[in-house]
């Protein structure tokens, strides 16, 4: 895919990004010389080692950027964040990737990777089409856990479940349906694809019909649903507690 510029803020965010090993075509920093960014030596001493830094007085960088908790730092960049999963050279017995159908929401994807690079995931795969991508949004939301998580774009979902499977991978849905298992009861320890739908429409049709198991989260409220965030957060942190059990 071709190069995207980007713009990030925040002393933790842009941290994550220095100590990544993104490969940067270009990158610009800017600090505002009365902001929190310049009096954190830590970060400083990370900036100096290598990059180049735009010391701007407070008025020059207020006309410059106009983001809110920015803490005085902001690096623009272009990269190529996404990558195909057929090019992952190494697949290990305990891999697991998580596949978002069509989540729209750049707030929710954004937690989706903070939770994914917690939970010690592989790498999360989007549909080319019809879902949130990678923007300064889901970058700001995900904390600088992007930087540290594969994605992966793919053209077809069920091509891609097939190419997991394949590779030994068993391929878990999370929907509410009366086949489904307890979430809790699937054995989540060897090579997992975990797919996850969008909030109301949830898995598609043909993309839940290639999965092998149907897991679901049973709800005791009176509402019947849960965020997509916290759905995801509940089966990736299951499969790490019964690896690590």
Not at 179 to 190: K, L, V
Not at 205 to 217: K, N, P, Q, Y
Request: aromatic share 8%.
């Amino acid at each position: 895919m071709k190069n995207n510029n980007y713009l990030i803020y925040g002393i933790n965010n842009c941290l994550s990004f220095l100590d990544s090993k993104i490969n940067c075509k270009k990158s610009n920093i800017y600090i505002n010389k009365d902001g929190l960014a310049i009096k954190n030596e830590t970060l400083i001493n990370r900036l100096n080692q290598e990059y180049k830094i735009d010391y701007l007085s407070k008025g020059d960088y207020l006309s410059k950027f106009n983001f809110k908790h920015d803490q005085g730092i902001v690096i623009s960049f272009q990269a190529d964040l996404y990558d195909n999963i057929s090019s992952v050279e190494k697949i290990g017995e305990t891999a697991c990737f998580l596949i978002c159908d069509q989540i729209n929401d750049p707030q929710n994807l954004g937690q989706i990777v903070r939770t994914s690079e917690c939970a010690g995931i592989d790498g999360i795969i989007l549909p080319k089409h019809g879902s949130a991508h990678i923007t300064e949004s889901v970058i700001q939301v995900s904390q600088g856990a992007l930087f540290n998580m594969n994605i992966f774009i793919e053209t077809n979902l069920n091509n891609t479940i097939k190419y997991l499977k394949s590779k030994g991978f068993w391929v878990v849905g999370l929907e509410n349906s009366i086949e489904a298992q307890n979430w809790h009861s699937i054995d989540y320890r060897g090579k997992i694809a975990i797919v996850v739908g969008s909030e109301g429409k949830g898995i598609r049709r043909l993309v839940r019909e290639s999965c092998d198991f149907l897991a679901t989260i049973p709800m005791n409220g009176k509402i019947n649903s849960l965020n997509v965030t916290a759905a995801v957060s509940a089966i990736l942190f299951e499969r790490q507690r019964q690896i690590e059990s």
